[in-house]
């Protein structure tokens, strides 16, 4: 499975927590996110399973996730750091990304 994104954050993150405010930061950013960013979220999700964990856990129940009627909610706290890292740089250009295409909308 390949997505370039994943191997861009990848090596772009170390292996650290968030710190606490980033965490917030993660939070409130993660509800503006639209479903094409909810879809490639949880292909990063699941490719860094898929690389680091070799089938040793069932992915249902990785990261403290549970199953939503349309959607699954995973823990942040349960992210290996890395994982957060990924995540958080994600979510920010995605987000940027969103707002840029509602300017060119508007115009």
Same mark, same amino acid.
């Given at each position: &499975?390949?997505?370039?994104?994943?191997?861009?954050?990848?090596? /772009?993150?170390e292996?650290?927590?968030?710190q606490?405010?980033? =965490?917030d930061e993660f939070m409130?950013l993660?509800?503006?996110? /639209?479903? @094409?960013?909810s879809e490639?979220?949880?292909a990063?999700i699941?490719?860094?399973y898929?690389?680091?964990?070799n089938? @040793?856990?069932?992915i249902n129940?990785?990261?403290?996730?549970?199953?939503?009627?349309c959607?699954?909610?995973f823990?942040? /706290?349960?992210?290996?750091? %890395?994982?957060k890292? &990924?995540?958080?740089k994600?979510?920010? =250009?995605?987000?940027?990304? &969103?707002?840029e295409d509602?300017? %060119? %909308?508007?115009l």
């Amino acid at each position: &499975m390949s997505l370039p994104i994943y191997d861009i954050l990848y090596n /772009d993150t170390e292996d650290v927590d968030l710190q606490q405010k980033e =965490k917030d930061e993660f939070m409130q950013l993660v509800k503006k996110i /639209d479903t @094409e960013g909810s879809e490639i979220i949880y292909a990063i999700i699941k490719i860094y399973y898929l690389q680091n964990f070799n089938g @040793e856990q069932n992915i249902n129940y990785l990261y403290g996730a549970k199953f939503l009627k349309c959607s699954i909610k995973f823990d942040i /706290d349960e992210f290996p750091h %890395r994982l957060k890292h &990924m995540l958080f740089k994600f979510i920010k =250009k995605h987000i940027k990304k &969103m707002e840029e295409d509602n300017q %060119r %909308r508007s115009l």
